[in-house]
C-alpha cells in the first residue's frame, strides 16, 4: 500500500543521513507515538524555544519562520501568555457556571463580525468547529449533501475526514460528499478563466443536481476563503458570491472556513469572506484564535442554530473555557495593539512584489497568488507557458530553505505550490531575508 | 418539541427568582452564546476563583466542590499552572517539529499503562478521541457496528453523538449501533443479578448477533470503565471480563473509555479496567488529563493502530503541543508526589461509610456504588425494596445543596444517581463537610 500522500514529510529512508541526536529523538518518538504521526522536512528540526516570528533549535540557531499560521501574533507573545498564566492561576472551569470570560470574549470576537453573525459556539479544534457547523447544517436544511473543494482540508474527525480530499485516498470521501474544482483562473490546459466566480458557481450548481441526482438534498457547500490546500485562490476578490447565491438557492447554506484566512492575516479584512462581500450561514475559526492555546468555534447566524439547540445542548467540556478565552482575548488585543493588520498588508505586498521580481527572473515561478501574509507561489516546469506543475522543485526548495534555517512548506493537489504564511509580525526586513535566502535555493537550482 | 433531556439544567423560568446580576449575566450569555448552551441549578452560580477543592463567588463565598474531575489535582494547582506558564513563555509548536516534551511525557503517561498498550494520540477533547478510536477501530476490523451502554456519554461529534445515547432521543443514534443494558446488580423489578458480568456478556453476544442479522460486522464495543452517565457501576471489580472475550471473539475490539474514571480517581488502580483485570484494545484519555488545559488522546496496542496508519496519517494541530503536554505531565507528578490515588481510597472509603450510615437513617437512599472518589447514590421513593428511582428528590437535594454552597450533580437514565466526584486532594474534613450539608438537606425533605 503507498504511503498517503503528505507533502514535505519525513521519509525514515533519510534517517542515516541524520545526525545520532536527531535519530535517538526520532526513535523515541516513533516508539510511543507510533507510526501516524509525520514530521516535516528531509531532515527534521528540532526546537526548544519560539519568540516572535523565530524558532531556536538546541543549539541556539534560529530559523526564521515563514509558515506557522498558528502562532499568528508571534511566538510565545508576552501579553498572551501573561494572560494565560494570569488566568490558569485564577480560575479555569466550563460553560455549566457563570463566569465573565467567555461571554466578554465572545462579544469582542463577534464585534469584528457583521451583525447578522452573532452567535459563537465555542469548542477546542478547528475539526470540532467543522464537525459542529455539518451537525447544524444536517439539522437546519434537512438535507445531507456537502460540496467541498477537490483538495479541500476541514479537519480530522469521523464526519469531518469525509469532507476533506486532501487526507489521501486512502481515508474515503463521504457517499453524500461532491468535490468541485477550486476558483482557479488558469484550466490545466494553461488556457484562463475569464469570470471565475461564474465557473466556480457553475460547479456548484453542477454537485447539486448530481448530489439531487442520487437523492441527497444538499446541506451546504463548504469553503476555505483562501483555499489554502487547493493551492491558494484569492482574486478576483468577490468571486464567491455567486456560488454563495446558488447554494442557498438550492437550500444549503454556506460555511466559510475562516480557519486559516481569518484573524486579520489578509491584511484588509480580519476575515476571508469580508474580501469577497459575502455574509456566510456560519464560519469556522481555529488555529491561530488563542495563539496555540487550543480554542476555536463556529460563529452562526442564530437562526441557523435554533432547531439544533432544540434538538441538541451542546456542551464541551474544555470549549470556551477562562484560559482559552484569555488567550483568545489577548490575542484580539494584540492584533489591534500592535496594527497587525495594517502590517499583514503593508509587509504582504512588500513580500509579493519581491516574489515578482524573482519570477521574472526564474522561468520557474509561475502564478503567484494571495492577499496579507497569506500567499502561494506556484513552481512550474522551465516552461512558463505550460504551466506543468514542480512538486519535485518545490521540495528541493523547501528543504534547501530549512537548511538555511528558513521554514515554509508546500501545498495544493500537486504539491507544487508554495504557502507564505508567517506569523503576522512579520517585517520588511524579515520579507528581506526570507527573498535573498529563496533567491539564493532558486539559484542553486539552475 | 420537548426540550431536550439535561440534568441538573437552569430552566429560563426561573430567571424571576434570581438577582439582577446574574439575571443580566445570563441575559448577556444568552446573546452571543445562543441557546444550545445549558447553565447548571434552578440558581446558577456565578465563579471568580478556584482554589484546591473550593470554587469562590463574586463576594467571596466558597463553594466546597465535590462535582468536579477536570481539575482533578485541584483547582488552580500552582505545580500545574506554573508548568503552564513556563512553557507557553518558552515554546508552543506542533508535532511535525522535534520537540522533547510530548515524547517525554508520552513515556511517562505510558509507564503507567500495562506494557501492551505502548502507543499514544494526542488529540484535545476526549470526544476527538473517541472520534478517532472508531476511526481506528473501523478500520483495525474491518466492521462498522459499535455497542454501547443505554445511557452511554462518549462526545459531541457527529459520530460520537451517535453512540451517546444520553445526549437524548432527538441526537439520533447511528443505524450501526446497539446499546445494552449497563451491568447493573439490580434488575427494574427490584431483583437481584448474581453474575452481573455474564448477563453483561450475554447483552454484548445478543447485540453481535442483532448487528450481523442486519448485515453489520461489529467493530467494537466501548464502555466507560465506571459507566458514569449510566448511573455508576463498579462492582464485582472483573465483571468487564467475559464482555471483553465475547467482542473480541466476535472480531470487535474493546475501546476503555476512560475519560472519567482515569488518572486515579479510582484510588486503587490508574484506570478503571485495571480494576477488572483487563487490557483493553485501546483507552480513551480525556477531562483530568491537563487539570483543565485542553489534553486528550487515545492510548492503544500498536497493532490496532498499524493499519490506519498507513492508511491515514494523524495530525492535530494542538493535539500534544508543548503547553497541553507540560500540564500533562505536571499532573502525573502531583498526582504523584501528593499520593492522590492513596487519599482517593481513603477518603473514599470514609465517604462511602458515612453515606451508608446516612442511607441507614434515611429510606429514599437506595444503592451506594462506586471506587475511590466516584461515588454514585441512587434515590429512590421510600419504599427501599420497590427501589423506584425519584429525579425530583435528586434534583431538590442537587439543588439544596447548592444553597449550602456545595456543588454536586446526578447522573442516570432516570436522573436519580447523585454524582460523587470531587477534586482528588478532597480530605475527610472536606467529606464531613459534605456529608453534614447533605444531611441537614435529606432532613429538610421529610
Known sequence: MPTPLMLNAFSPEHAESLDSRTREMIARRQRVLGPSYRLFYEH????????????????????????NNVPSVGHSHPHVTAAVARQAATLNTHTRYLYDLVITYAERLLATFPPELSNVMFTCTGSEASDLAMRVAKCFTGGTGFIVTEAAYHGITDAVSGIS????????????????????????????IEDVGGVFAASVEHAVRDLRRHGIQVAALIADTIFSSDGMYSDPAGFLKPAVATIRQAGGVFIADEVQPGFGRLGTHMWGFQRHDIVPDMTILGKPMGNGIPIAGVVAKPSVLEDFSKRARYFNTFGGNPVSCAAGLAVLEVIENERLMANA????????????KLA?????????????LFIGMDLVADDQLARIPSPALASRIVNGLRERHVLISASGPHGHVLKIRPPLPFSRENADHFLAALSQVLAEQR
Not at 528540526?45 to 523565530?54: C, D, I, L, Q, S
Not at 474515503?172 to 490545466?188: E, F, S
Not at 498588508?345 to 515578482?356: F, S
Not at 521574472?360 to 496579507?372: K, P, T
Open 44 to 67: 527534521p528540526v528540532h526546537f526548544v524555544r519560539g519568540e516572535g516570528v523565530w524558532l531556536y533549535d538546541p543549539d541556539g540557531v534560529p530559523y526564521l519562520d515563514v509558515y
Open 165 to 192: 480530499p486532501s487526507l489521501g485516498v486512502h481515508v474515503p470521501l463521504g457517499a453524500n460528499v461532491r468535490t468541485i474544482a477550486p476558483p482557479a483562473r488558469y484550466r490545466a490546459d494553461g488556457s484562463i
Open 360 to 372: 521574472s527572473l526564474n522561468s520557474c515561478i509561475g502564478e503567484i497568488r494571495g492577499a496579507g
Open 345 to 356: 498588508e503593508d509587509v504582504g505586498r512588500y513580500l509579493r512584489e519581491g516574489l515578482n
